[in-house]
């Protein structure tokens, strides 16, 4: 009997999937990532040996668990053809079938979104000879494909090129009936759109993902793919390299340190050689903070953003409103190679505040504020969203810095002035005002729902 089981990780939106077959007590496990203990389980609930590890391609948003699942399970490690692989890995052919007894999986070249891209085509001996399924990776999503510029500016065009054919010449002539497993929902940065559903079929998308027009020709398509394409999260890059190397930890996340106040102020207190994360609300990060901390709510978009402003380099301490908190961002953190968590405020702010240490505010404005503040010569407005979204509209005269790149255009701002940061629902308003708080910036405000509210009042816009 066919054994079929989705894995969701919130965060990073990233579907893998347990696949096999009960009576030959036989598995697969399709891009597992980084803790796999969660396949483990699933394996031993239902008493299955997990023969492969496979990954469809080397990923850039999470760190692979191949490694560390086929050291724990024994699983051959399957992927697609590639140089770049620095561990044992058996590199599969096109056309190559992996026997799960009555279950089998294809493996279908299909490059595009990376040059070494695998899809697995899924059989079931119970359901005839026809293959029903299709693992596309970050090829094909609902309403979207895989973004091809991750490899930087040379091969993107090429990528672009070779992920036409694959959808064209590789994936629309097995039917409109197969159905499409992704590896990425809504919300990931794999591509520029992705839509809501986990599942689809190739004739849903044919109907309406805007990738899959027709009557686009190859340069068409390209031209419409990389038009308007957002800057590719900062740590992509860094897990490209990281998963094609031996891995080192495989075990799962380090606990970290529960430390007093006294000890967080002395570990804490070069800013420059570690790095302070506040995960709390952003409402509750304004009311108080430990000097120098950035705010990341551990909200679900904590993962990417954390990405984007950590690096893996310096130890990270961390701020919360429990222990179940810290580590719960200690794991994601860990799923995107961010190890060095060195400690936890133990008790967190109350603490904190309880040894009479040294408090950082951040005020906070309603839109309402906001518009009647903004001519003020003494405010600056800053939207920190990303450029696609402010050509949508901004805050009449509002002065623009995404805030992945805030800290490296500080000196463009007034630090005698008030700063109120806005975003599009406050969280990464935070992060720039946290930002900003750091770097000596003494009068600083974040505006809580941020451009949602401020649409939803209809106050008024700037478009250029």
């Known amino acids: 009997m066919l054994v079929f089981e989705p894995i969701y990780t919130d965060g990073l939106a990233q579907i893998s999937y347990l696949i096999g077959d009960s009576k030959a007590a036989v598995a697969a496990v399709i891009d597992p990532r980084r803790d796999v203990d969660v396949y483990l389980a699933l394996a031993r609930e239902k008493g299955l040996r997990i023969a492969y590890a496979i990954e469809t391609h080397i990923h850039a948003d999470f760190v692979s668990g191949a490694q560390a699942l086929a050291e724990r399970s024994g699983a051959e490690i399957i992927g697609g053809c590639s140089p770049d692989y620095a561990f044992e890995l058996r590199q599969a052919a096109d056309g190559e079938v992996l026997e799960l007894g009555q279950v089998s999986l294809e493996i279908i070249y299909s490059p595009g979104h990376t040059p070494e891209h695998i899809s697995l085509l899924l059989r079931d001996g119970q359901q005839g000879d026809e293959p029903f399924a299709l693992f596309t990776g970050d090829t094909l999503f609902n309403l979207d494909v895989g973004r091809p510029d991750l490899l930087g500016e040379d091969s993107t065009k090429q990528l672009a090129a070779q992920l036409y054919a694959t959808l064209f010449t590789r994936y629309l002539p097995l039917g409109e009936r197969v159905e499409i497993y992704p590896c990425h929902g809504a919300g990931s940065a794999c591509g520029k759109s992705i839509g809501d559903r986990r599942r689809s079929t190739l004739g849903n998308e044919l109907l309406f993902n805007p990738a899959l027009n027709q009557r686009r020709n190859e340069a068409e398509f390209i031209d419409w793919l990389l038009s308007g394409m957002p800057e590719p999260p900062r740590h992509y890059a860094r897990l490209k390299k990281l998963n094609v190397r031996s891995a080192t930890r495989m075990h799962g996340p380090n606990l970290p340190a529960p430390l007093s106040p006294q000890e967080f102020a002395e570990r804490s207190a070069d800013h420059s050689a570690v790095q302070l994360v506040d995960l709390r609300s952003i409402l509750a990060f304004g009311g108080g903070h430990v000097p120098g901390a950035l705010n990341i709510a551990l909200q679900n978009e904590f993962v990417s953003w954390a990405g984007w402003m950590l690096d893996d380099q310096r130890p990270i301490y961390l701020i919360g409103e429990n222990s179940q908190q810290i580590h719960q961002a200690t794991l994601q953190l860990y799923r995107i190679g961010l190890d060095r968590v060195a400690g936890y405020l133990r008790n967190g702010m109350t603490d904190w505040q309880n040894a009479g240490l040294p408090l950082a505010s951040v005020g906070q404005w309603t839109v309402h504020e906001l518009n009647r503040r903004r001519e003020d010569p003494q405010v600056q407005v800053l939207d920190v969203r990303a450029p696609e979204e ?33 975003c599009g629902s406050g969280y990464r308003a935070s992060i720039a ?10 009068d600083v405000v974040n505006v809580p729902g941020s451009w949602i509210a401020w649409q939803q009042h209809d106050l008024p816009v700037e478009k250029h």
Do not use: M, N, W
Not at 433 to 442: D, V, Y
């Open 433 to 442: 005002a946290s930002i900003l708080k750091r770097e000596g910036f003494r």
């Open 390 to 422: 402010v050509e949508q509209g901004r805050v009449p005269d509002a002065h623009h810095a995404f805030v992945a790149h805030l800290p490296e255009g500080l000196g463009r701002l007034d630090k005698g002035r008030t700063v109120a940061t806005y």
